[in-house]
């Protein structure tokens, strides 16, 4: 078999990419270039700081509930065990057959919720964060690591 009768059935099993794509044949083929990755310490402060920063607006979000002392919306269950508030069904729905009736809702404080998420063991606000070494990491790419 000779080289030229080698390529053109090469060439039958891999077609030129810019002419099956509808380009000119002129078109170079353009060359893959390797993404560039992170490197693993660098991608683990990024994680963490993106963590610290999500506590705090939780943390945030959590003492703004407790001060304003707002009204939540909760399942129905959660809101009769938890002291809340169960709203009444509209009068369309007390007239459908009970499968076919949306859940009840309720109503729960938020100075409540923010009490109950304490007595299972939440911490609000830790405080450390200021000096964690990943908060207080400059490093947003682009150094020497």
Known sequence: MSIQSFTEKAMSFAPNPPKVAGLPATTKPEKYVKPQHLPSRRLVRN??????????????????????????????WLAKSHGGEVLKDSAEHENLPEWERPLSQGKRGGREVVEYLRSKGARLGSGKTKSHWAATSGDEGGGSE
């Open 47 to 76: 994680v963490l700081r993106t963590r610290l920063e999500a506590v705090r607006q939780l943390a945030n979000v959590l003492y703004e509930l407790e001060e304003k002392d707002a009204q939540l919306n909760a399942s129905f």
